[in-house]
């Protein structure tokens, strides 16, 4: 497609269970970001790939959050025995790389913990 | 952790008026960037001003920045109904990890028709 999607768009799951979401940037996008959205709060940043460069985790909250991005294309983030805390949109962007271009959102994966 | 600050929080206009946002921001920066986010969507890009430019321009909006009181801000001149959304401003840091974007809080425009 021409944007950033990202799959599922809206997840339930209990609470200690495992997820996985899901983001498919855009095609030729060298740089990948995870963010986390809570409710009415800016963006968080978790963590940034870029080309087959060691991916920058600094952003990741506790050792349950992790992330895989399989070359210049798919990236998953997973999130292993989910908190309530967890709950938020968890929103993924791409761009060329760089700290001049614009990156570009996909409309996130709203994550509901019970 | 937020870099930048956006005020207000909440702004409510009517159609055809101005709307100005603020955005203030604590270390240096190599260039500051404002995007928007309708309900339930991503971000999306409006404008990138740079650390050495002051003002920019981009249909009906206007950046500015200052980086002696490190801040910005957005005008949006006769606004309109679907300008209704909420604007972030985000900051890329001079130095060492300048590839991440660091976000405000949001400023929620509402444009009365």
């Known amino acids: 497609g021409a944007g950033v999607s990202q799959s599922p768009s809206n997840k339930v799951t209990e609470k200690g269970k495992d997820v996985e979401l899901r983001c498919d940037p855009i095609s030729g996008h060298t740089a990948l970001y995870w963010y986390r959205q809570r409710l009415g709060q800016g963006l968080e940043f978790l963590i940034y790939f870029q080309g087959n460069s060691a991916p920058d985790k600094s952003g990741l909250p506790s050792d349950r959050f992790s992330a895989e991005r399989t070359g210049e294309s798919v990236s998953t983030l997973t999130i292993q025995r989910t908190q309530q805390e967890d709950s938020a949109v968890y929103l993924c962007a791409s761009s060329l790389g760089g700290v001049r271009q614009p990156q570009h959102f996909g409309d996130g994966t709203r994550l509901s913990i019970l | 952790s937020q870099q930048g600050e956006e005020d207000p929080q909440a702004l409510s206009i009517q159609e055809g008026e101005n709307a100005t946002m603020n955005c203030s921001y604590k270390t240096s920066i190599n260039n500051l960037q404002w995007y928007r986010q309708n309900s339930g969507r991503g971000l999306v890009h409006l404008i990138l001003?740079?650390?050495?430019?002051r003002e920019k321009h981009s249909g009906r909006l206007r950046v500015t920045l200052d980086t002696s009181k490190k801040s910005s801000s957005l005008l949006i001149t006769a606004s309109r109904a679907a300008d209704t959304a909420s604007y972030f401003c985000a900051t890329h840091t001079s130095g060492a990890g300048s590839y991440q974007l660091t976000f405000g809080k949001g400023t929620k425009l509402s444009v009365i028709p």
């Open positions: 001003i740079r650390s050495n430019e």
